[in-house]
């Protein structure tokens, strides 16, 4: 008896995928008319991040005028699932993917060569692989990539306070990305009169004495995007505000952590460039092979409140003018 | 659908190796080897840095292999000569291959787009069938040698092992850096299939291997048809196969992974209900029987 | 024959729960002979079992075997000459294994263990003769899972195991002890038949004075680690023993 029970619900539950496919995040059930764009989204996480990336896109192609059916999958994290859901978007023919995070842009790379890709949230396109070269991406792959507006962000020191000429970054040893962004603000340093002095951490127990270490030799502070470092960004910002230090931070999530400001991107709005990439293979009939990589065009300042009432500045300053407070 | 089951029985392959390598420390040794979440990677990345400067996809993949074993030996050292718990052995070494996968190629995500890969010579699904299929038969003749079955010995019974004169932690050993090796060789396929290697490409992979062995159980548990190893293929290529529908059918990615699950759940109940269910039948059959026998007895002494 | 000298053995050293088992304790063992150990709780008899066996170190002493001195010998490397049968009938067993398996794993015990097939066809032929001189059936269920066999069928299997190579000394440890009494009588026939027919020398420890006394050859009753009595088992009588054990109680209490 027990065994009817189980292959019953059993039974039962094939039939509810069946019918759950009915709750699909298609948005057309009716039968494909062939003259309907359809595009396949395939982002590879949930993170604020890239679903604002993916909002931003289906809002843009709005603006612009295109009606597509869309596909969202979303592989939660899981490489191999984001590889199937590349698959599927080939098997269905689309005509256009657009892949949230490098994984995911990869993945889709890997699974057609022919169908036009527009990635977006990729940070290095070129060292993924996934284009030849920023302008000249050369195959079926092309989008936008999220590199931070660094030099922005260094300006936003003389900027505040014109004395400052030693900025200091924390920086973990074993994430390759943190490197490269130290390389590159040293470089960008040199041409804003700015010198860096770096301190590397192995263990996020590390943070507060070497935040300790660096604040004697440095007359601000600037976060770069480093996991452990925004996983104690609160003790980083805290330290620079009792020793009445300018911070600078490259994420908006940073401000959020007590930072003082960001000039950041906007993920929603590197969505909406994406779009428009996306228009131009769709409606003018462009190769992505010529259309360039863009990095982000509008940059968002955003500040923190209380940073900047506890560090005694004024609100009035031209800095501030165009930034936007941050929310709790 | 037919390209998308081919692609879900090809990813399905390429996780039934590492299923096998599961189930020698999970089953076999009844170890739980939680290095796992780095060896994978390991093996990816080992690949990568081979093929990198030349040398061949095959000999490469081996060489992972080879070299990926040695996380299995860091884990039996720790544990075996530092008396660190098995569990906490895995653990420590899986966060030392986080650091040592970044160092091997100084990044964390390696594109192999432009190098050469064992797919480059055929369908991947044949490749895949005759590489798992040599992998299992080896096993299985491994698994029938003397050494193959102190293995089994071991995970049964230590103790039995050692009144057979022979050392319980030279076998643990042994099965540790042979289910390494194989984790790490799953790893350095799956990134020549995907076409990239990545830092997180172990994340959640120890769930895939259990789910596959689980599934692969509730198939005819002891049949002599179906043995181990070929249960554990079976597994892996049904959960890709569960996956790979629900994937095609558009359900909404949101219940992807509650339905892998649930899916899990389920087989499991399916497995242990079945099983009670079995029993439950004895003892009904059983009591019965008791009960005419005396019955008969009574009617019998009153004559 | 088996000679230990001066075995000295404390548990928990150095604390407050220190407890000396035996001291300076000296024991000589004829070969080809059963002995059957008896005596209290904490007399030391498993404590001498497992020091034998080289699962446990004594702090000082020396145990000679057949003129080998074993005494620094690790446990595995005993194996070769020991064999042993537990009370637990799952101990000297693997239970996911079958009869014909864990008896081709025995017939390797104190060798290398390699890359060559274990089960051979000779293997086969072997066990089945072996089994069938056990006359239980248990040749019909060569390739039964020993987890499906019962408690006697398992024991019966450990006792085989431990004997197939002859070793030079077989340790019983209350081998009997969790068995009900009609398959515990059969177990100690068997028993008997195997350590006769390959004139193994013979350790027993049992709780149980009748079959100490019937199925061994000399009886030693030891109390806090020294030896009480030491006499020929026909010589002795199931009164005796409870006389002595009563009257040690009271001296214990007293």
Known sequence: MKKNVISKLLTIFLISIVLLSGCSSKESQTTVDKKAITIGISQLAEHPALDAARRGFEDGLKELGIEADIEYQNAQGDIPTSLSIAQKFVKDGVDLIFAIATSAAQSAKQATDEIPIVFSAVTDPVEAELVKSMDSPGGNITGTSDESPMDRQLKLFKE???????????????????????????????????????????????????????????????????????????????????????????????????????????????????????????????????????????TKKVYNEETLNALGLDINNEVFKDAEKIAK | ???????????????????????????????????????????????????????????????????????????????????????????????????????????????????????????????????????????????????????????????????????????????????????????????????????????????????????????????????????????????????????????????????????????IAYNNLASDFLASIKNKGEKKYANNTRIIEKVLQRH | MLTIQGLSKKFYKGTENEIEVFNNFNLYIEENKCTAIIGPNGCGKSTLLNILAGSILPDSGRIILNGEDISNLSEENRSRLIGRVYQDPSMGVSPSLTILENMSLADKKGEKFTLRRLVKKNTIDKCVEILKSLDLGLEHKLNTKVKYLSGGQRQSLSLIMATMKHPDLLLLDEHTAALDPKTSYIIMEKTKELIDKYKITTIMISHNMKDAIRYSDRIIMLNKGKIVLDKPSKNTAEEELIEIYRTKLFEQIA
């Open chain 1, 160 to 298: 505040i306070d014109s004395s400052i000429k030693k900025v200091g970054i924390v920086f973990n040893t074993s994430e390759p990305n943190s490197q490269v962004q130290v390389k590159k603000a040293k470089e960008l340093a040199a041409t804003l009169g700015l010198e860096i002095v770096e301190v590397g951490i192995n263990t996020i127990n590390d943070i507060p004495q070497a935040v300790d270490s660096i604040i004697k030799k440095v007359d601000a502070i600037y976060t770069i995007t480093d996991n452990m470092v925004a996983s104690a960004i609160n003790v980083v910002a805290e330290k620079a505000i009792e020793n009445n230090m300018i911070t600078v931070g490259a994420e908006e999530s940073h401000v959020t952590g007590s930072i003082l400001i960001t000039d950041g991107i906007s993920y929603y709005e590197l969505g909406k460039q994406s779009a428009k990439i996306a228009k131009e293979i769709l409606i003018d009939g462009k190769s992505p092979s010529v259309i360039p990589v863009e990095t982000a065009v509008n």
């Open chain 2, 1 to 267: 659908m037919n390209s998308l089951i081919i692609t879900s029985i090809e990813q399905g392959l390429i996780f039934a190796v590492l299923a096998m390598g599961i189930f020698i420390t999970y089953k076999i040794l009844d170890m739980a080897d939680l290095s796992v979440e780095g060896t994978f990677p390991f093996g990816a990345f080992i690949f990568a840095k081979l093929v990198s400067t030349g040398v061949n996809p095959f000999i490469s993949t081996i060489l992972a292999f080879g070299i990926g074993s040695l996380a299995g030996l860091m884990t039996a050292v720790l544990f075996i000569k530092l008396k660190i718990k098995p569990l906490l052995a895995g653990i420590l070494t899986m966060t030392t291959l986080y650091s040592i996968n970044l160092r091997i190629n100084g990044k964390s995500n390696i594109p192999l787009f432009n190098f050469e890969s064992v797919f480059d010579i055929g369908p991947a699904l044949l490749i895949l069938v005759v590489t798992v299929m040599a992998i299992k038969i080896t096993l299985d003749q491994f698994l029938k040698t003397e050494i193959g079955y102190l293995l089994i010995a071991t995970g049964d019974n230590e103790s039995l092992v050692k009144s057979l004169g022979a050392n319980s932690n030279k076998f643990k050993t042994i099965g540790l850096m042979l289910s390494n090796g194989l984790i790490a060789f799953s790893g350095a396929l799956m990134a020549q299939y995907q076409g990239f290697a990545d830092i997180s490409m172990g994340t959640g992979i120890i769930v895939i291997g259990l789910a596959s062995i689980i599934i692969g159980d509730t198939i005819k548990k002891d049949s002599s048809i179906f043995n181990s190893t070929t249960r554990a293929i079976l597994g892996a290529i049904i959960y890709k196969i569960i996956g790979g529908i629900a994937i095609d059918l558009g359900l909404s990615p949101n219940d992807l992974k509650a339905i892998s699950a649930i899916i899990v759940i389920l087989f």
